[in-house]
């Protein structure tokens, strides 16, 4: 009996052994990568750079041949043309760019039924057989494995096919050749013209155009105004500027003569890049404005005979109403595109007023990408109870409307773990019968510096395994979103693996208790949510611990480095929660003083404001002022969000000499040195600004108020010329912000950043 045992384990050994591929034997080469003779562009590509990883890893360099040696030894054959033995293989894999591995003797067949099938497939290839994990982008860190003298291929029996056709992180820009590369390593398979790397142009990537309605008839402006959107205040037509326009929905025979004009616009991008354009995406831009002339806020009369009022001509107040007058002449324009481009299919972007489902089906060869932006909760799935209104409804209404419904989305970095989130959408677009052609994208920065929303490295150091889970469940979103992090885990962080893995139960758990309710959203904070997830449950002393002991306990010079960076930022926001981030957005001005305006949604929200109480009095819960900052290289911009008790109006006085403003009010400081400033003002717009208490100082700073169903508003605009603020410089200014809220028969409140009193503490300014 014991012997059978031993003979049955040492015949299993032998099994093992027998069934490994060598390619490298004691730091010596012995097997080879074969090419076709006319290898492509990704097969070449992956060929090369997977060939350089495993140099990295055994310090061998594994030849790469056109023509296969004579030596009885391991050959990996690259690509669709020696795939011929593997029928059935090739027939799944026909129509989309999935790959297979599979071995006969010595000999192991990488391929896909395209170029850049087979690309994953090598990439899938070194991952499997060996502890390597492409982490994340940054040049000097990013990549993880371990140092062997051997290498031999053991998994060579697969087959992956992706869920989804359209997968892709963007934008990329300003391009970044190590973020592209990670990108590619990861499965993303669309071209960005943006992000147009040396090289990657020969790749097998989609080819998308992406546009702005209006600017299909850009070129008609001259000869017919009437084309565009007409603006009763200005009494004017809004052309297309930076790409961007508004049409007039009401012209006869427009749809016709956009769609042509769109298929001139594709040609031309064909022409210039010399590829052909597989998919055109479409999209509203960032702006709310619509058609104000007659006939386009007339009512609407739909196919089925029914008549849709427009409530509002206002697109935020009407959404209903400008959707389906979109929706309308896409439809109608579809039919004129069918006759010039049948097999390029159009995908609608569903953001702003757009997102709002409309009355009428889409036209049922159009897909729909839909943006829940910028008030989606990143907490919860879009279909969970606790997502806020309208997204829930939106989402659900547009699962019964299009079989075609892809995702844009903001997947900027967090501390909290987003991929549960991002698997319960992408499984429920997979209940629709056409999910595989939809658009599956999100937005997210580079691994590069530490601009945009993201806050590029810096966010990649927070959020760096939800980037990386997030690229696994775009290819398929039903694999186990919790195995996946811990494989991250486990490759990454390697040695310090037990503690990283009690890091993530640790913020797993938090977040996914049922009653935190931390809001989440690409302009969300990344130290609010920090806040949410860590510090408000009690966590930070065990979560810096856990990251200190990992920091240790990590051997691997890139895992160390990465838990270094990520517990230095989580250290940075808990000593800074309260330092007023200022985006620098170009955009902003003009529209500053919009209260409507998108840009307003782009500016970090510091929402750290409490009661100013005596110390060890405990503040009750108040969290109803928020202020965001923004320059756009001339003024200083800030809003003010007061909600709360209604405000006891003090009026406006009469006399024109500058007061201190009376009632319900808001004193925002800037102290620089022994230089202090003050902007005062009250929801009736009277405004104080003084230089050291001199009132006679005078900065001519704008301001705009205005009430709100729960409160006021403000936008103060202040020049940057006053201050010594430079986009992107270092400033010793600092800020200070205090409320007192009057409300009648009640002794006043004041309610200020952190609860401090004045005086007593002010905060860090950093001038993006
Ligand atoms: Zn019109």
Redesign the pocket.
């Known amino acids: 009996m014991c012997n059978n045992k031993f003979v049955f384990v040492v015949c299993c050994l032998a099994a093992v052994t027998a069934s490994a591929s060598p390619l490298v034997k004691d730091g010596k080469p012995i097997g080879e990568f074969v090419l076709p003779a006319e290898a492509t562009g990704a097969e070449s590509f992956a060929a090369n750079d997977v060939c350089g990883w495993i140099q990295k890893i055994t310090g061998a360099e594994v030849p790469i041949v056109s023509k296969p040696s004579e030596q009885a030894n391991t050959k990996v054959f690259v690509g669709t043309a020696f795939a011929n033995v593997f029928p059935d293989d090739l027939k799944r894999l026909q129509g989309n760019d999935g790959f297979a591995v599979r071995r006969r003797g010595d000999n192991v067949y990488v391929f896909g039924s395209r170029p850049r099938g087979t690309l994953y497939g090598l990439y899938a290839l070194l991952e499997k057989n060996s502890d390597l994990i492409f982490a994340r982008p940054h040049a000097d860190f990013g990549t993880v494995h371990g140092q062997s003298p051997d290498f031999e291929l053991t998994e060579t029996d697969f087959i992956d096919i992706p869920v989804f056709l359209n997968r892709r992180f963007g934008p990329n820009w300003p391009k970044h050749r190590p973020t592209g590369e990670w990108l590619l390593r990861n499965r993303d398979n669309t071209r960005d013209v943006r992000a147009n790397y040396d090289g990657f142009m020969k790749l097998d990537l989609i080819e998308p155009y992406g546009t702005n309605f209006a600017v299909p008839i850009a070129s008609h402006q001259d000869e017919h105004p009437e084309y565009f959107?007409?603006d009763p205040i200005k009494k004017s037509r809004r052309f297309v500027k930076h790409g961007e326009g508004t049409?007039?929905?009401?012209?006869p025979g427009l749809p016709a003569i956009w769609a042509q004009g769109l298929a001139d616009d594709v040609a031309r991008h064909e022409a210039r890049f010399g590829r052909k354009v597989e998919h055109v995406r479409l999209g509203p831009g960032d702006n709310w404005f619509c058609?104000?002339?007659?006939?386009?806020v007339a009512p609407l009369t739909l196919p089925d005979g029914t008549q849709l009022q427009c409530k509002d001509p206002d697109s935020i107040k009407d959404p209903l109403f400008r959707s389906t007058q979109i929706m309308m002449f896409i439809n109608e324009a579809m039919e004129t595109w069918q006759t010039l481009r049948p097999q390029t299919p159009i995908h609608v972007l569903a953001y702003i007023h757009f997102a709002e489902p409309p009355r009428v089906a889409p036209h049922p060869d159009l897909g729909i990408w839909f943006a829940p932006y910028p008030t989606s909760n990143l907490h919860f799935p879009l279909l969970d109870p606790r997502q806020p209104e309208p997204w829930r409804s939106r989402f659900a209404k547009w699962l019964t409307m299009t079989d075609r419904l892809g995702f844009y989305e903001y997947y900027e970095a967090k501390p909290s773990p987003q991929a549960f989130y991002a698997a319960a959408n992408l499984r429920a677009v997979m209940q629709r019968p056409d999910h595989s052609n939809a658009l599956i994208y999100a937005e997210t920065s580079n691994d590069f510096g530490t601009d945009g929303i993201g806050n590029g490295e810096f966010g990649w150091d927070v959020g760096q395994m939800n980037l990386w889970v997030h690229t696994r469940l775009f290819w398929d979103p039903t694999q186990d979103v919790d195995a996946l992090y811990r494989y991250y885990i486990k490759r990454t962080y390697r040695e310090a693996a037990p503690q990283m893995l009690a890091y993530y139960d640790l913020i797993k758990t938090s977040w996914l208790s049922p009653d935190n309710d931390t809001f989440s959203s690409c302009h969300a904070s990344i130290a609010g949510v920090y806040k949410g997830l860590i510090v408000e449950r009690g966590l930070e002393k065990e979560c810096m611990r856990l990251l200190t002991e990992a920091e240790a306990a990590a051997k691997h010079p890139h895992s160390k480095t990465m838990i270094r960076r990520m517990r230095e930022q989580y250290e940075g926001f808990s000593k800074d929660m309260a330092r007023l981030m200022v985006a620098h957005i170009q955009e902003i001005r003009g529209e500053a003083d919009d209260f409507d305006s998108l840009q307003w949604e782009k500016p970090m929200v510091n929402d750290d404001f409490q009661l100013v109480t005596r110390e060890g009095e405990e503040p009750p819960a108040f969290s109803s002022t928020k202020l965001q900052a923004a320059h756009d290289g001339e003024s200083l911009h800030l809003r003010f969000r007061l909600e709360g008790p209604p405000a006891e109006r003090a009026g406006r006085s009469a006399s024109h000499t500058e007061r201190w403003p009376q009632g319900d009010h808001v004193e925002f400081w800037l102290v620089e040195g022994r230089t202090r400033y003050v902007f005062a003002f009250n929801a009736d717009g009277v405004q104080y600004d003084a230089k050291n208490l001199d009132r006679s100082w005078d900065s001519n700073w704008d301001l705009n108020v205005r009430s709100t169903s729960t409160g006021w508003e403000a936008i103060a605009s202040i020049p940057l010329s006053t201050f010594s603020f430079a986009a992107g410089q270092p400033t010793n200014v600092r800020w200070f912000c205090t409320r007192e809220i009057h409300q009648e028969g009640q002794p006043s409140k004041e309610v200020s950043c952190q609860g401090k009193p004045l005086y007593y503490r002010n905060f860090p300014i950093v001038i993006e």
């Open positions: 959107g007409y049409m007039c929905l009401s012209v058609c104000q002339c007659e006939e386009c």
